[in-house]
Structure formats: C-alpha cells, structure tokens
C-alpha cells in the first residue's frame, strides 16, 4: 500500500515568515514528487513538481528531495495571506498514478 | 501551460438522475485521464483512470456501473454519474497529464460541484 503522509495542520504562520511544509512516502520506487495548492471549494492548482534529489526553486517556493529519507518538504518565503490554503503533497512512481498526501493546512496571518 | 477543462461547474438536480461530466485536455493530448471525487474536508480520492479507446480501470469500492467512463478521444473524457443519489453529492474533479514524458505533472480542472435533492 503506497502511503503519503502529511501532517493535517493548521499550520499558522505570521505574514512575511517562511512555511515549511512537509511530506513522507513509503514506496521506495517513487520518482516524481509534486506539490498541489487548493483553496477551499477549488480544485488542485500545481505548484512546483521535483524529480532530483536536492532543492528546486521557482520565485517564494522551494521543493526539497531527499529520497533516502523519503521526504520532500516545501518551503514558502515571505508567506502572505494569499498563501492561506490546503497543500497537497503527491507522489508517483513510473507511469503510475498519483498518490495524495491528505494535504497541510496553511494559514497566513496578517 | 496545460488547460484541463471541466464542464459543467456545478450541478443540481433530483434523485435518479444521471449526470453527466466532461472533461476536456485543451493543448495537449492526454491518453490517460483521472477521475477524483472530494467530500468536504476529505482529501482527494481516485475514482477511476480513463484510458484513451480502452476500458477505464476503477478504484476498489467504485462502482463501474454506477459510474460511466468514455474517453472517446485524446483530449475528451467523460463520467456519468447514473441515477444520482444524494450520496453521490460530492466535489467531482478530473485530470489530465501530456502523453508526452513520463514525468509530465497531472493538471487539473476546475471541479464539478454536484449536488442531489
């Protein structure tokens, strides 16, 4: 059973800080590593995607692989109110599907 | 970047009806389509995977009756949801992912919110 933990939260973070969100998989074999933002009543909007071992940056957001530990992590700099969501840690190896985390809950506050 | 079209958004309708959900790739094509349903405060469930003039292939606990999967096309794919209860109200969204590179990203729609009297 491939299994991708997150820790529900909420996560409360005053505007401006950085948040760090993180994420934990069983299937050894996984090979892309992706992280969703949802607001509520929305569906999933991509973020980031990361396939290396390492950190990958992309303006505030950065994704980091360790798949020796078998975990992946997503930092927010300067963290605004916008910010406030679910995040969905997702997890897939080869041509399989997707596995979802239960998502990190993030609030930002003013 | 990749467009994953949904229609419609949002749906009411009486118990025992079927509904039907499209789900559209807008610039690329996708073999493979997603179909996931959400419950409030839940976390996305995989209902099925559509696979492009093949049968889908459903999660365990889906019914494949209950819920109808045609993906007619490479950029087309619906679900139909027969003879709706309200317990099939739910947060209805699919997926897509480029049927090009192994490691492509799933993008998704916009969700169908469907709700049952």
């Known amino acids: 059973q491939k299994e991708v933990e997150q820790n529900s939260g909420p996560l409360s973070v005053p505007e401006g800080a950085i948040a760090s969100l993180n994420c934990t998989y069983s299937?050894?074999?996984?090979?892309?590593f992706f992280w969703y933002r949802q607001y509520s009543g929305k569906s999933p909007e991509l973020i980031m995607f990361?396939?290396?071992?390492g950190d990958k940056e992309d303006g505030r957001f950065t994704a980091q692989l360790n798949k020796a530990s078998q975990y992946v992590s997503l930092l927010i700099r300067d963290s605004q109110p916008s910010d406030s969501a679910t995040y969905l840690c997702?997890?897939?190896?080869?041509?399989?599907?997707?596995?979802f985390g239960k998502g990190t809950m993030l609030l930002v506050s003013p | 970047g990749a467009v994953v079209s949904q229609h419609p958004s949002r749906v009411i309708c009486k118990s025992g009806t079927s509904v039907k959900i499209e789900c559209r790739s807008l610039?690329?094509?996708?073999?493979?389509m997603f179909w996931y349903r959400q419950f409030p405060k839940q976390s996305l469930m995989l209902m099925a995977t559509?696979?492009?003039?093949?049968?889908?292939?459903?999660e365990q606990g889906v019914e494949k009756d209950k819920f109808l999967i045609n993906h007619a096309s490479l950029t087309l794919s619906t679900l139909t949801v027969t003879s709706a209860h309200p317990e099939d109200s739910s947060f209805y969204i699919c997926?897509?992912?480029?049927?090009?590179?192994?490691?492509?990203?799933?993008?998704f729609g916009d969700g169908t919110r469907l709700s049952i009297l």
């Open positions: 990361i396939y290396s071992n």
């Open positions: 299937d050894r074999g996984s090979q892309s």
């Open positions: 997702a997890v897939r190896g080869g041509y399989s599907t997707l596995t």
């Open positions: 997926s897509a992912r480029d049927i090009g590179s192994l490691n492509q990203p799933q993008h």
């Open positions: 610039d690329f094509q996708a073999t493979t």
């Open positions: 559509s696979n492009e003039g093949s049968k889908a292939t459903y």
